[in-house]
């Protein structure tokens, strides 16, 4: 008799966890694979949570960048018309003989001013280093 009750005690621990409808986990391990889930579950959150908040940024970056080049290209484009009416009004300038004479006069005094620029700097220069070898000047 005592190895018809082990078969019984075997055969209720096989078919304990069936139920109509088919093969049931024993709860400890599911509560473990449930608990697991939830687990993963909350790690995925986080992880799409902080990336939403990385594509905010980067979206935000972006349309500052955005607004940055669209106001430099209209200062471009303001700055573009102003050089081209400088130069529309230089061409005018230089197209006649008389103005050639002047802008080559002009350029001849600033040549003048230079040269007479450089040669001052360099006598005041030679001047201070004569005197700080006479021990004048230290």
């Known amino acids: 008799m005592n190895s018809r009750r082990d078969f019984r005690s075997h055969r209720a621990a096989l078919f304990d966890g069936i139920e109509e409808g088919g093969v049931r986990a ?17 790690s995925l959150h986080d992880r799409v949570s902080v990336l939403k908040r990385l594509t905010g940024d980067i979206h935000e970056e972006v349309e500052n960048h955005n607004r940055m080049l669209d106001r430099m290209g209209n200062d471009m484009d303001a700055s573009r018309g102003f050089l081209s009416g400088t130069v529309d009004k230089f061409k005018m300038v230089f197209e006649t003989k008389s103005s050639r004479r002047m802008a080559t006069m002009v350029a001849s005094f600033i040549a003048v001013f230079l040269l007479i620029y450089y040669l001052t700097r360099v006598l005041v220069l030679k001047r201070n280093g004569a005197l700080v070898d006479l021990g004048i000047v230290r």
């Open 26 to 42: 024993p709860d400890s391990s599911r509560e473990i694979h449930e608990h697991e889930n939830d687990q993963a579950l909350d």
